[in-house]
């Protein structure tokens, strides 16, 4: 599927790999009979009902999702973003990846898809729904993650994005593994993630880190690290 050309293009066979869905402005060069077209991750329109806080969630779920196009045909596609380092991640059945939607740079188009809130994927604290999305907000806005992430499912690959290279930390000990939010890229398999506040809200006011709020990541699987606080 996909293969890397080097630290930060990577190269597809798009026949092969029955289609790509691929952030806008990814694709480098392609050769052979490729057609390209818009695509939309389910989950991403803003249509959701039940009064003004739950549209305003709704735009800020459709604002956390990067326009997408699907590649098909018979060809071969080059994909790079922003000199940003590239990662593969090979997925198996009954595996989950959940990747910041600025984070993913393409996947082969026959993963499941679907955009879910950060406070309640993978069983996380705070719950879905009205609260959840405010807690989201509130959490966002002092860590810099955004309110809801992607998540992808099924057999297939995935590219990830980050700035200054990858860490892959594997989530299965007896103490969780507790990231900086702004650090976090991805989190794949059977992994259960959690914001938890560092510092009291009176402390963490005006502070605009990370560090005021850790990930922790616990269950069975693998999390996926930048070298860098850099927002993408």
Not at 20 to 47: C, E, K
Not at 159 to 181: Q, R, Y
Request: proline share 3%; hydrophobic share 45%; charged share 10%.
């Amino acid at each position: 599927m996909f293969e890397k050309v080097n630290g930060k293009v990577v190269k597809v066979d798009v026949g092969m790999a029955g289609g790509v869905v691929a952030r806008n402005g990814a694709m480098l060069f392609y050769t052979g009979d490729i057609s390209f077209a818009p695509h939309q991750i389910p989950g991403a329109a803003p249509g959701m009902g039940g009064g003004g806080i739950m549209r305003m969630a709704g735009r800020m779920m459709a604002g956390e999702h990067e326009r997408t196009m699907l590649a098909t045909g018979n060809g071969q596609v080059h994909y790079g973003f922003a000199g940003l380092e590239v990662h593969v991640v090979q997925m198996q059945p009954g595996a989950v990846l959940r990747v910041e939607a600025s984070r993913l740079l393409a996947n082969t188009a026959a993963l499941q898809s679907s955009i879910v809130s950060v406070m309640s994927s993978g069983g996380g604290g705070g719950g879905g729904g009205l609260m959840g999305a405010l807690r989201g907000a509130a959490s966002g806005a002092l860590t810099g993650q955004g309110m809801f992430t992607t998540q992808l499912s099924g057999q297939g690959a995935a590219v990830l994005l980050a700035h200054g290279g990858f860490l892959e930390l594997p989530v299965g000990g007896p103490n969780p593994i507790v990231v900086d939010p702004q650090a976090f890229v991805a989190a794949y398999g059977n992994v259960q993630t959690e914001l938890k506040t560092a510092l009291s809200w009176r402390d963490a006011v005006g502070r605009g880190s990370g560090e005021a709020m850790q990930l922790h990541c616990v269950g069975q699987g693998v999390v996926y690290v930048q070298a860098s606080e850099e927002k993408l």
